[in-house]
């Protein structure tokens, strides 16, 4: 279609002109919906992972698309300065004191889960730091992670999805899935043994993932942490009650603050920083780095960590990602989940209602 | 101050090709980094934050340069509805190029984060912690990525139109060089 307006060009020249004219826009876009995915819809994108995580519990809008079932807490981390030779985070300066707003959770995607549903229980954190850095970590009471890439995840997370006949998974495919994973055997020997605790209060919570230290020297460390509780008194949970440990946080903490020790181990060269899997070997050295104490509670719908997406990668000067590959997807999928409910918190048009409903009832 | 030459100043043009090559890899990053779960969405967050606001800064500067050196005036014999779109996509552009970054960064002050620049460099919160906010300004972010895009398509597009099929200087003008082909 040549121009209507007189040029001085010949006609016969303008076909190709305008093949560019359309050829060089349409390229573009075309690099634009390569690279965000929409031309290969078999690529893991963050919100692939947190759609599965819908398929497999339901839309609980306004909730965390996992952990979705916690209570917020707030407190401080004393540091003892023992971790501040290894990272020049403000965090670890001896005698420094951070306030904290943290989370316990329980996994999975149902906010009303019971609480005895899985042995596995999740401690986030917000360190604020006085500088105006943050240091955000989620941690599981678990030492090692079932898989180490975010493909695994995924694949595990499809497995799980229920049946709609039977509304479980289908036990063919979680069998299938363990025996294409072999690296899923560490965890399931703890899965085996490790039972639904009592309390909040009486877990350890692991990294799982890798983290570098970065000291003043530039020199750098490989690290996982893990918060060692205070008190020990660990004791079965009790059964036919679906909601207890939000209940014994909260009477644990009327009689005091609870404490655990934020114990950083080093790793020695060769130990897997890419793979939560595997355990480090127990004999590598551990840094003592301070206390965190919890002085109190609030639930999870108004209190202070409702709007907190505890992203592992919001990191302070001084720690940095390691190269494990769980941590990107973590971010992504958690920003991805994030969007969605806090959407749904502000009522945007085409979202979920907040569902408050049944959480209203469950309060005392 | 009008401009006689028939080019953009030289100022305006190092800044032109120089934003146009940052903003098109930015709208790249971002839609990369928030598609992606691997070590890419780390480094591309990374390079985002930094690029956004050098973005921010490049274009308060072309605005001045824009103020201090008018643009060549379109050729007399341009149709009234293309001298419009010309102006309308142009304002739009520099609307785009300003309000982009500033939404990112109440995006990221709205949710509560740190806006880190690098290890350690960052800036203070634009907007105070809020849900709502939050959930605005990030749909707000990809909905002016998508407006920056199309216009930039459609600006590309009459850029070679002037180029190939009118033939008019416009194109030189940017591009520097002889006026006429």
Same mark, same amino acid.
């Given at each position: 279609?040549?121009?209507?307006?007189?040029?001085?060009?010949?006609?016969?020249?303008?076909?190709? /002109?305008?093949?560019?004219?359309?050829?060089?826009?349409?390229?573009?876009?075309?690099?634009?919906?390569?690279?965000?995915?929409?031309?290969?819809?078999?690529?893991?994108?963050? &919100?692939?992972?947190?759609?599965?995580?819908?398929?497999?519990?339901?839309?609980?809008?306004?909730?965390?698309?996992?952990?979705?079932?916690?209570?917020?807490?707030?407190?401080?981390?004393?540091?003892?300065?023992?971790?501040?030779?290894?990272?020049?985070?403000?965090?670890?300066?001896?005698?420094?004191?951070?306030?904290? !707003?943290?989370?316990?959770?329980?996994?999975?995607?149902?906010?009303?889960?019971?609480?005895?549903?899985?042995?596995?229980?999740?401690?986030?954190?917000?360190? @604020?730091?006085?500088?105006?850095?943050?240091?955000?970590? &989620?941690?599981?009471?678990?030492?090692?992670?079932?898989?180490?890439?975010?493909?695994?995840?995924?694949?595990?997370?499809?497995?799980?999805?229920?049946?709609?006949?039977?509304?479980?998974?289908?036990? @063919?495919?979680?069998?299938?899935?363990?025996?294409?994973?072999?690296?899923?055997?560490?965890?399931?020997?703890?899965?085996?043994?490790?039972?639904?605790?009592?309390?909040?209060?009486?877990?350890?919570?692991?990294?799982?993932?890798?983290?570098?230290?970065?000291?003043?020297?530039?020199?750098?460390? /490989?690290?996982?942490?893990?918060?060692?509780?205070?008190?020990?008194?660990?004791?079965?949970?009790? /059964?036919?009650?679906?909601?207890?440990?939000?209940?014994?946080?909260?009477?644990?903490?009327?009689?005091?603050?609870?404490?655990?020790?934020?114990?950083?181990?080093?790793?020695?060269?060769?130990?897997?920083?890419?793979?939560?899997?595997?355990?480090?070997?127990?004999?590598?050295?551990?840094?003592?780095?301070?206390?965190?104490? !919890?002085?109190?509670?609030?639930?999870?719908?108004?209190?202070?960590?409702?709007?907190?997406?505890?992203?592992?990668?919001?990191?302070?000067?001084?720690?940095?990602?390691?190269?494990?590959?769980?941590?990107?997807?973590?971010? /992504?999928?958690?920003?991805?989940?994030?969007?969605?409910?806090?959407?749904?918190?502000?009522?945007?048009?085409?979202?979920?209602?907040?569902?408050?409903?049944?959480?209203?009832?469950?309060?005392? | 101050?009008?401009?006689?030459?028939? +080019?953009?100043?030289?100022?305006?043009?190092?800044?032109?090709?120089? +934003?146009?090559?940052?903003?098109?890899?930015?709208?790249?990053?971002?839609?990369?980094?928030?598609?992606?779960?691997?070590?890419?969405?780390?480094?591309?967050?990374?390079?985002?934050?930094?690029?956004?606001?050098?973005?921010?800064?490049?274009?308060?500067?072309?605005?001045?340069?824009?103020? #201090?050196?008018?643009?060549?005036?379109?050729?007399?014999?341009?149709?009234?509805?293309?001298?419009?779109?010309?102006?309308?996509?142009?304002?739009?552009?520099?609307?785009?190029?300003?309000?982009?970054?500033?939404?990112?960064?109440?995006?990221?002050?709205?949710?509560?984060?740190?806006?880190?620049?690098?290890?350690?460099? #960052?800036?203070?919160?634009?907007?105070?912690?809020?849900?709502?906010?939050?959930?605005?300004?990030?749909?707000?972010?990809?909905?002016?990525?998508?407006?920056?895009?199309?216009?930039?398509?459609?600006?590309?597009?009459?850029?070679?139109?002037?180029?190939?099929?009118? #033939?008019?200087?416009?194109?030189?003008?940017?591009?520097?060089?002889?006026?006429?082909?």
């Amino acid at each position: 279609m040549p121009d209507p307006h007189a040029s001085p060009t010949p006609p016969a020249r303008h076909p190709g /002109a305008w093949a560019l004219i359309l050829a060089v826009p349409t390229a573009c876009a075309l690099a634009l919906a390569y690279v965000g995915g929409w031309l290969s819809p078999q690529r893991l994108t963050p &919100g692939r992972i947190v759609d599965q995580f819908q398929q497999n519990a339901g839309v609980h809008p306004g909730y965390r698309r996992n952990h979705a079932k916690g209570v917020c807490v707030a407190g401080y981390f004393q540091s003892s300065g023992e971790a501040a030779p290894y990272s020049v985070a403000q965090v670890f300066a001896p005698g420094q004191r951070t306030p904290v !707003v943290g989370r316990f959770a329980i996994p999975g995607s149902n906010p009303y889960a019971p609480d005895g549903s899985v042995p596995i229980r999740s401690m986030a954190l917000r360190f @604020a730091l006085a500088n105006g850095q943050q240091w955000r970590t &989620g941690m599981n009471s678990m030492p090692v992670f079932p898989v180490a890439t975010p493909q695994a995840f995924f694949a595990q997370l499809q497995a799980g999805q229920p049946d709609p006949a039977t509304g479980k998974p289908d036990p @063919a495919k979680l069998a299938a899935f363990f025996a294409a994973h072999p690296e899923t055997a560490a965890f399931r020997a703890w899965a085996k043994t490790a039972k639904p605790s009592a309390s909040f209060a009486t877990d350890s919570y692991w990294s799982l993932d890798a983290f570098v230290f970065t000291a003043a020297d530039g020199a750098q460390h /490989a690290v996982r942490w893990r918060m060692a509780p205070e008190s020990v008194d660990g004791a079965a949970a009790p /059964a036919n009650d679906p909601d207890y440990l939000a209940a014994d946080l909260r009477q644990r903490l009327a009689h005091g603050p609870l404490h655990w020790k934020l114990l950083v181990t080093l790793a020695r060269p060769g130990d897997p920083t890419n793979d939560a899997t595997k355990a480090w070997p127990a004999d590598r050295t551990t840094v003592d780095a301070g206390m965190l104490v !919890v002085e109190s509670e609030q639930p999870q719908d108004s209190g202070p960590c409702r709007d907190i997406n505890y992203d592992p990668t919001v990191l302070p000067n001084g720690i940095e990602v390691s190269d494990d590959p769980l941590l990107p997807a973590r971010s /992504a999928a958690y920003a991805d989940s994030y969007l969605r409910r806090t959407s749904e918190e502000a009522h945007l048009p085409g979202t979920a209602r907040v569902d408050t409903k049944p959480q209203a009832e469950a309060r005392p | 101050m009008k401009n006689t030459t028939g +080019m953009f100043a030289l100022p305006a043009r190092i800044l032109h090709w120089l +934003m146009a090559a940052m903003i098109l890899a930015m709208l790249f990053i971002g839609v990369g980094m928030v598609a992606s779960v691997s070590e890419r969405h780390e480094w591309l967050l990374r390079i985002h934050k930094p690029l956004g606001i050098a973005i921010l800064l490049l274009a308060v500067v072309r605005l001045a340069v824009r103020l #201090r050196h008018p643009p060549p005036p379109l050729p007399a014999d341009l149709p009234m509805l293309q001298k419009l779109a010309a102006h309308a996509s142009h304002w739009l552009l520099y609307a785009l190029m300003i309000a982009m970054p500033l939404v990112g960064w109440a995006m990221l002050s709205a949710g509560g984060y740190p806006v880190m620049l690098g290890a350690s460099l #960052r800036l203070p919160a634009i907007l105070p912690a809020s849900a709502t906010a939050f959930a605005i300004m990030r749909h707000l972010h990809s909905w002016l990525a998508l407006l920056l895009f199309l216009t930039f398509l459609a600006h590309l597009a009459a850029a070679l139109y002037h180029g190939l099929i009118r #033939r008019d200087g416009v194109l030189a003008s940017m591009v520097g060089g002889s006026r006429k082909s």
